[in-house]
């Protein structure tokens, strides 16, 4: 006995070292596989907001001539697209492919869309537009620079080219849509053995990536665009898509990989119809129970419960239970919506909105007499007349697009406080805010965004038309008649919705890969994200109603927006986010309250199967 016992205690220092060397090797490759997820997610991020983010700027210039709410729209449907496509991807990767092979594949058509993009800008800038576009082009009368009109009642607007534009942003919305779907969850699966708090770090940081990417997409590929051309500004994305997939792709020995476990969407589909077909036994079982019964758990069955086995169905509890948990994931998603059409007005009217602001940091004016320069004009109406004043141009002008960084910015700096000061202050003290709760303070947040872009308008507006002067600035190709009025008025409502996103965002994305059943969480990232494109597809249809059934745009006019009443659209939209966080709260608080009881029940079921100590 006393030799065992020695060569136990000589053994186990062994074991103990292979098992913290295996421990180890563990942290090690989860901590290699998110770092390569969270990079790829950032060039992804570096290319798609190198896209979007001056996209109406593009369709803007010359020669394309898109008029500007056709710009707005287009863009309004890549961005819509692109999250709707996640669906298909989700249920691609949870049915028949699995994750990792469905993200290369992915890429191969985000990089097939990006070429053909790129080759489009190159056509543009060095005057082979016929090549991609054909010869039948309709060019844009030319305004005469030294007589400029804020009303474009007589200059024809034709968008050219738009069967390349769409392919190629079809292409891309199939490529992002499809990477997106699959991409957080795929990082959810490398820690998915951890506990909360190492889930909430991962989808923090993850979330920090993606606007790392952004202030690089935005702050830099933007810039390239305006001030070079759109040739180079599409190839650098171009260039950050190839970069991420090949990160991806190196990346595949540290991952731990899921199979796909069959057609998610069929069985959902057989386990409703099998329901369907037992509702006479609910009815049944209701006719015959008795008051015993009331206290069993059998007595009260779902409409969904009739397809478990123990109900006379043909299904395991568990699949019928992630049936059932769709219903509350579902409508979570859908009171997203509102969200995400404030949301999406950064990359459409706030850069429109911008756009029509003073981007030059020091305008200097002089006597259009002692000047031979006119590319930049103050025009100041007076009654009927328009009576013109030479100012030289700015060297620089900032980019409208750059706006959104102050989002970014914004991004940046609270995730690290929230998840390194924040948070652990809170936990320290047992104070635990709940996903659906920063859900709705993000909601408050982005509320209190649209809000002040609705009353910048009235002021910018204000400035154009009761102060009698229009700041004629060149952007591009591409002349706005702008208020005299700094751009950087909008700073605060892109900060305001960069607090949002850091609540009601990643706790989304939070939510939907910790609710999610283990055989869904594609689909149901890919439902969540479908949210976002449906948030788009409503804006567009609500800019779209606003501006021409009700009358909200003016037919002065094409390029310009200092006779609608963009205003009243913002205000539309923080009314409608506003009714959605009053039904959120009742509904979260009912939800809530369901799983802190269904907590304290599971807690008497494992107190009641303890023994007792003698």
Known sequence: MMRQQGGDNETSPLLKRQNSDSQNY????????????????????????????????????????????????????????AYMFSLIGGILADSFFGRFVTIVVSFVIYIVGLVLLTLLGHAVHYSKFEILCGDSIEWVKIVVSNNPTPSTDNQPMHGNCRTPVYISLILIAIGTGMIRANISPFGGDQVKNENSNVMRAFFNWFYWAINIGAFIGIGGVSFLQQYLNFFWGFLAPTVAIGISMIVFILGRPFYALKRPTGSVLTNIFRIVVEAFRGRSRRRRHFSNQNSNQILSP?????????????????????????????????????????????????????????????????????NIANS???????????????????????????????????????????????????????????????????????????????????????????????????????????????????????????????????????????????????????????????????????????????????????????????????????????VIQFITIIIFSFVSQSYEAKEKKARQKNNIQRTSLIPPLD
């Open 26 to 81: 563990k942290s090690y490759r989860r901590k290699v596989a998110c770092s390569t997820i969270s990079l790829t997610q950032m060039f992804e991020r570096i290319a798609f907001y190198g896209v979007s983010a001056n996209m109406v700027l593009f369709l803007n210039q010359e020669p394309l001539h898109w008029a500007a709410d056709d710009a707005v729209q287009v863009t309004f449907i890549f961005t819509g697209l």
């Open 298 to 366: 059998l007595a009260k069955p779902s409409f969904l419960d009739m397809a478990k086995v123990r109900y006379g169905g043909s299904w395991h509890d568990s699949m019928v239970d992630d049936v059932k948990s769709l219903g509350t994931i579902i409508l979570v998603f859908v009171a997203l919506i509102p969200y995400w059409m404030v949301y999406f007005q950064m990359q459409t009217t706030f850069l429109l909105q911008g756009l029509h602001m003073r981007a030059t940091f020091k305008p200097n004016c002089v």
């Open 372 to 574: 031979t320069t006119n590319t930049s004009l103050m025009v100041t109406e007076t009654s009927d007349s328009i009576v013109p004043t030479d100012c030289k141009e700015d060297p620089f002008s900032f980019p409208a697009a750059w706006l959104t960084i102050f989002n970014v910015i914004t991004v940046l700096l609270l995730i690290p406080l929230m998840e390194r000061v924040i948070y652990p202050f809170l936990d320290k003290r047992n104070i635990h805010i709940s996903l659906l709760k920063r859900i709705i303070i993000g909601m408050i947040f982005i509320m209190l965004a649209v809000i002040c872009a609705g009353v910048l308008e009235i002021y910018r507006l204000r400035n154009v038309h009761d102060r009698k002067n229009v700041w004629v600035q060149t952007i591009g190709t591409t002349q706005y008649y702008a208020a005299h009025l700094w751009i950087f008025w909008q700073i605060l409502q892109y900060a305001l919705i960069g607090i949002s996103e850091v609540f009601t965002s990643i706790a989304g994305l939070e939510f939907a890969y910790s609710q999610a059943p283990k055989s869904m969480h594609s689909l149901i990232m890919g439902l969540f994200y479908l949210s976002g494109g449906l948030g788009n597809v409503f804006g567009v249809l609500l800019y779209d109603f606003t501006t021409n059934v009700v009358g909200w745009k003016s037919n002065k006019d094409t390029a310009n927006i200092n006779y609608m009443k963009l205003w009243k659209y913002f205000f539309l939209l923080a």
